[in-house]
């Protein structure tokens, strides 16, 4: 029941009619839906809300936790005997790469060493779990449980076991956000393992991908494997990305529409580990042409890296 | 056939504190992360089209505002997108409010539909406009959801504004 009843007659004060109050309120939206978009303004006050609703959000998650930690516990016996022996299986596997690697380094530095070359720098990496994907339909984003205090900074690389599943873009004292490599605005610079091949990928929504801007007749095949090529200064190069389903050239149009699938578990829930930035190239010549990238992205954390 | 005012019983006034404690419950609600799985009802658009519907001189569009902006925050969506969907939905439900309770409680769901819905078309409308993907025709089913808990909620929140049908001093509840 309306409280009419309860409240003065209309003819005292009621504050502003109603339209002109959701004149004020809509534009007042839109303005920080322009700041936010087009001019990333807001980062501090998100972090802000977001410090003090952590510990709200925390609490939601208890039943939730509980009931995934009953299930755990109730693991049969045999699944884990499989697992332990799946796991096994694959570090022998991994075993002669791993055991040479060290050798390689070595060589690889003294030869390096020989060739005056700047030495790479070991990048090393944080395990953070992640935690949930947001909310927002939108876009693809995850949340991992490490942030600021843990020396995570907006740019950074996020892989998993088989490759890349995407890129901090923003981080809160407690957590960061992920954008994934599905999301429409990320791309990444990647080349086909196969022949060195240069090629931008970018979100298709959906969970897949596809390679921007290569010609009708370029040398891709299904199955190829994509790899980083590193020339973003982001990733290093070398992570494997992606794999090749689709390609369909048609020759009404200029570019072939390729597309692949993430070969990380990109929208599975597990571990993964934040790479640590990359020392940055040196700057590009002005009358070279810009990367290609997506723009706004790019923009943004290019202003960021100038700003640590 | 006649409307008549669904609900005949004489209400107790409603208690600030309990307006605030429901939204902020539905805000709680909101928070747990259910990922992409849809028909997960927005629970803060629910209870808040409620409170406009069943007080709208106490909640209104400031109100929206200020819970569009915390679920901006905490949904990682931009900031003004919530904001900018709740004040509408609060400023249409203001507007249904003198009418929609003479209708039972279906035909008040069977209303409240089309401004859940509307809603979520401004969201996708301010996403898409600035190139976000389309988040497919699932993700409408919670709207329907939340339609359809427009009864138990109509019930849960009006139950402390409820006084005994006839007074009785055994019985002083």
Redesign the interface.
């Known amino acids: 029941m309306s409280a009419v009843g309860h409240a003065p007659p209309p003819f005292f004060k009621r504050g502003p009619a109603p339209l002109v109050r959701l004149a004020f309120f809509v534009s007042l939206s839109l303005i920080l839906l322009i700041a936010d978009l087009r001019f990333h303004t807001l980062e501090l006050a998100r972090m802000a809300v977001a410090t003090v609703a952590w510990p709200l959000q925390r609490l939601t998650w208890m039943p939730i936790d509980a009931a995934t930690d009953f299930g755990a516990y109730l693991a049969m016996q045999s699944t884990l005997l499989k697992e332990n022996e799946d796991l096994r299986r694959r570090q022998l596997g991994k075993a002669n790469l791993l055991l040479r690697q060290l050798h390689l380094e070595q060589e690889n530095k003294r030869l390096r060493a020989l060739l005056d070359m700047r030495a790479r720098l070991p990048v090393e990496g944080r395990i953070a779990e992640i935690l949930y994907a947001a909310r927002d339909p939108f876009s693809r984003r995850v949340i991992i449980d490490k942030g600021l205090q843990h020396g995570i900074g907006a740019g950074q690389a996020v892989v998993d076991d088989i490759g890349v599943i995407g890129q901090v873009t923003r981080v809160f004292p407690l957590t960061a956000e992920v954008l994934l490599l599905t999301d429409k605005d990320q791309a990444i610079p990647v080349e086909v393992q196969r022949n060195g091949l240069r090629a931008v990928l970018a979100g298709a929504g959906a969970g897949m991908m596809e390679l921007r801007f290569l010609a009708a007749n370029a040398e891709v095949q299904i199955g190829d494997i994509l790899v980083t090529s590193g020339l973003d200064g982001v990733y290093l190069p070398g992570l494997p990305v992606a794999k090749v389903v689709k390609t369909d050239r048609d020759s009404a149009y200029s570019f072939a529409r390729i597309t692949c699938a993430p070969l990380a578990g990109v929208e599975r829930h597990g571990l993964a580990l934040v790479l640590g930035s990359r020392t940055a190239l040196p700057p590009q010549p002005d009358e070279a042409p810009a990367t290609v990238e997506a723009p706004g992205r790019s923009k943004r954390i290019k202003t960021k890296e100038k700003a640590r | 056939m006649q409307p008549t005012?669904s609900?005949r019983r004489i209400?107790l006034?409603?208690k600030n504190w309990f307006i605030v404690l429901t939204l902020f419950l539905a805000l709680?609600?909101?928070?747990?992360?259910?990922?992409?799985l849809p028909g997960i009802p927005d629970w803060v658009a629910l209870v808040l089209a409620f409170w406009c519907i069943?007080?709208?001189?106490?909640v209104?569009?400031?109100a929206?505002?200020v819970l569009?902006?915390?679920m901006d925050?905490?949904?990682?969506?931009?900031?003004?997108?919530h904001?900018?969907a709740y004040?509408?939905l609060a400023?249409a439900a203001?507007?249904l409010?003198?009418r929609v309770?003479w209708f039972p409680l279906a035909q008040q769901a069977l209303q409240l539909l089309p401004l859940l819905l509307g809603m979520q078309l401004v969201m996708?409308a301010?996403?898409?406009a600035?190139?976000?993907?389309?988040?497919?025709v699932p993700?409408f089913l919670s709207s329907f959801t939340a339609a359809l808990l427009w009864h138990p909620v109509t019930y849960l929140l009006l139950t402390p504004q409820f006084r005994p049908e006839d007074k009785d001093v055994h019985r002083p509840i």
Request: aromatic fraction near 8%; glycine fraction near 12%.
């Open positions: 005012q609900s209400l006034p409603v709680l609600l909101n928070l747990i992360p259910f990922g992409r069943h007080q709208p001189l106490k209104g569009m400031a929206a505002f569009g902006l915390a925050v905490v949904d990682a969506s931009v900031m003004g997108q904001a900018l004040v509408l400023f203001a507007g409010s003198r309770l996708m301010v996403r898409m600035t190139g976000a993907e389309f988040p497919g993700w």
